[in-house]
């Protein structure tokens, strides 16, 4: 399962759990990741965004090319970052 925004790149943070008697341990944050379908070429292909991406227009008739596809895939910044 991806954990890793398609376009932003956004992924999970590891953060510290500060309690009362301010003992601290680890928990992870993981970002909002919805399943969107976009065109590649002339194939559907779904992938994993973030809500924010989503709220901001970015997934609405996006279509890349298979070169844009697999170089977003191997990137820790996503397509747009």
Do not use: D, E, W
Not at 13 to 34: A, C, E, G
């Amino acid at each position: 399962m991806a954990t890793k925004c398609f376009l932003s790149g956004k992924k999970p943070v590891t953060l510290k759990k500060v309690s009362h008697s301010h003992i601290r341990t680890n928990r992870k944050v993981r970002p909002n990741l919805q399943t969107v379908t976009i065109l590649v070429g002339n194939n559907k292909k779904k992938v994993k965004v973030s809500t924010k991406m989503i709220k901001k227009g970015r997934t609405i008739g996006l279509k890349i090319t298979k070169q844009q596809y697999k170089a977003a895939r191997r990137s820790a910044a996503g397509l747009l970052g």
